[in-house]
């Protein structure tokens, strides 16, 4: 780089916004590349995976392995390579000027080179007596990572849209019984979803009912939930207004939430990054038609489920988390290539 040293002094080459397993995954590969990553841990260290007792469709772990387990392995094999991390939740972010800065809520700034984007999407909790302490615990909010441990149980899923849908269809392969709770009397899922649903043998409908508590321990996992229903729909509201529901606790082994995620992307309001409508980032394709992780501004990368509406996996974010770091680097290579100063010719 050609700029002066004490104008560089405190410019980071690679700040990482997250350390969920994408956020790792780029950490490993800028530190092998010698690049000195800051991760940013944000206010959910670890991201969703420490939501979850066990893996088991991560390559590599036969046996499966803990969420906060695999987690911590790839904090330590970034840390080893000489990644830093630091406890920091970014609030704003001026993506206009370079170096790119970073306002943190505690007051600090960053400046950076090169920016990735791994801070995830949050899944979207209803708000159940006891869902915090059973998370991970028979409540799940991806029946991908957990279906498989709920063979022969009965099991409800939350919500009424496509995603609803698809984790029901999925958990119809394992348990017993699936029953998709709606607060409306009609699905809000694309007609050829809510069909293979409703043709499904295993999966029933309970209409106009939310959940409103979940039974069982951490020791035990969740053993029930109470059900709350009224025939207008939408009935938790209808209780606080006074009106009369129908509450009724039914015997469950696993309760799965489908209500949609929240990615977490706030701090690039304004920015020209851009989002769809729901905050998931868009990345780019180069010249030859190829995926990329680059975003609409140069030196901004998305990994993981930031960028990923659909998959949501944790081997899907651990790909992306190298091909962001590997953009960055030649994307820094790029940079300090075009920004050095030409050699003198010696007359």
């Known amino acids: ?15 990482i916004v997250g350390s969920g397993i994408a956020g790792l995954s780029a950490a490993v590969y800028a530190a092998r590349a010698d690049l000195e990553p800051l991760v940013l841990e944000g206010p959910e260290p670890g991201g969703q995976l420490t939501l979850t007792t066990d893996v088991e469709n991560y390559l590599g772990f036969p046996e499966g392995v803990g969420g906060m387990e695999l987690i911590g392995n790839g904090k330590d094999q970034a840390e080893r390579f000489g990644a830093e991390f630091e406890h920091g939740t ?41 869902e915090a302490e059973l998370m991970g615990y028979g409540l799940s909010t ?6 498989a441990f ?25 348990a017993d019984s699936v029953t998709v709770v709606h607060r409306r009397e009609e699905l809000r899922a694309s ?43 939408y009935p938790l509201e209808q209780a606080a207004n006074g009106a009369d ?11 799965f939430y489908a209500i949609g995620h929240t990615p977490n992307t706030d701090f690039l309001a304004g920015t020209a990054v851009n989002r769809d409508e729901s905050g998931y980032l868009h990345t780019r394709t180069d010249d030859a038609g190829r995926a990329t992780t680059e975003t609409a501004v140069e030196g ?4 993981g489920d930031v960028a990923d509406p659909n998959y949501q996996q944790a081997i899907t974010a651990a790909g992306t988390g190298s091909m962001a770091a590997l953009d960055a680097e030649a994307y820094l290579d790029t940079l300090e290539r075009t920004t050095a100063p030409a050699l003198e010719v010696s007359q």
């Open 1 to 15: 780089m050609n700029e002066a040293t004490d104008a560089t002094a405190d410019v980071r080459n690679v700040v």
């Open 90 to 130: 970014v609030e704003d972010a001026a993506l206009g000027d370079r170096p790119f800065e970073l306002d943190l809520s505690n007051g600090d700034r960053l400046r950076t080179r090169a920016l990735i984007v791994a801070s995830g999407a949050s899944a979207r909790w209803v708000g159940a007596e006891n």
């Open 142 to 147: 991806c029946a991908t990572c957990d279906g």
């Open 150 to 174: 709920h063979r022969g149980d009965d099991v409800l899923v939350i919500g009424g849209g496509d995603s609803a849908m698809e984790e029901a269809l999925f958990l119809a392969k394992f």
């Open 191 to 233: 007609e050829i979803m809510a069909d293979r649903a409703r043709d499904n043998e295993t999966i029933e409908f309970r209409w106009n009912t939310e959940l409103e508590a979940l039974r069982g321990s951490q020791e035990e996992g969740v053993t029930g939930a109470t059900l709350v229903s009224h025939p207008e729909g």
């Open 245 to 255: 529901v129908t509450r009724e606790t039914v015997d469950v082994g696993g309760v």
């Open 300 to 303: 901004v990368f998305a990994a």
